[in-house]
């Protein structure tokens, strides 16, 4: 039986730094994944920032007077407001854009970093064995966990004792008739 323990443990610690290696690779593989996503990301931030200078330069009153200069109408007046609105809606949905593509781009960063530290944490787990090993590492320190929202402390006996006296003196007191 003893044989058997020292073969697996030596199974497992040979196989560890392989599958280490094998995990590292594909949180990398992930990364670069990522960091596609965030080039492309980038990329449409780029083209929709000079979409909405193109609007702005569009939304200038004399390019607006051009733009429905070719258009016969009896109420240019109109024709220009209409044109001026669509361009504000136009450059508010950019705008919007923008917006979303800006969270997906920070999220895209926290993913990347969170991947990195994961691919270096691996890499090292793949280094050295034994320090990421949950059987031969030593035992961490063992500390109270920190409670989510703060832990008011109890009150003293006495003063727990005079509350209920007071409570008991209110009930008890009645209108005299």
């Given at each position: 039986m003893e044989r058997f323990v020292r073969g697996m443990f030596l199974i497992l610690a040979a196989a560890g730094p392989v599958w280490a290696q094998?995990?590292?690779?594909?949180?990398?593989?992930?990364?670069?994944?990522?960091?596609?996503?965030?080039?492309?990301?980038?990329?449409?931030?780029?083209?929709?920032?000079?979409?909405?200078?193109?609007?702005?330069?569009?939304?200038?009153?004399?390019?607006?007077?051009?733009?429905?200069?070719?258009?016969?109408?009896?109420?240019?007046?109109?024709?220009?407001?209409?044109?001026?609105?669509?361009?504000?809606?136009?450059?508010?949905?950019?705008?919007?854009?923008?917006?979303?593509?800006?969270?997906?781009?920070?999220?895209?960063?926290?993913?990347?970093?969170?991947?990195?530290?994961?691919?270096?944490?691996?890499?090292?787990?793949?280094?050295?064995?034994?320090?990421?090993?949950?059987?031969?590492?030593?035992?961490?320190?063992?500390?109270?966990?920190?409670?989510?929202?703060?832990?008011?402390?109890?009150?003293?006996?006495?003063?727990?004792?005079?509350?209920?006296?007071?409570?008991?003196?209110?009930?008890?007191?009645?209108?005299?008739?």
């Open positions: 094998e995990n590292a690779a594909t949180v990398e593989r992930q990364v670069e994944t990522l960091y596609a996503q965030l080039r492309e990301v980038t990329g449409k931030e780029s083209e929709l920032q000079e979409r909405a200078r193109q609007i702005d330069q569009d939304l200038q009153p004399e390019n607006i007077e051009r733009s429905v200069a070719l258009i016969g109408t009896t109420n240019a007046g109109a024709l220009r407001d209409e044109r001026r609105q669509q361009l504000e809606r136009q450059k508010a949905g950019v705008e919007e854009q923008l917006t979303s593509l800006a969270t997906s781009r920070s999220r895209l960063e926290a993913a990347i970093a969170g991947a990195e530290a994961e691919a270096v944490r691996l890499r090292a787990a793949a280094v050295a064995p034994g320090a990421n090993d949950p059987i031969t590492r030593p035992p961490a320190e063992k500390t109270a966990p920190t409670p989510a929202f703060p832990v008011a402390q109890k009150k003293p006996e006495r003063q727990r004792q005079r509350k209920r006296v007071r409570r008991g003196v209110r009930r008890i007191s009645t209108p005299s008739v």
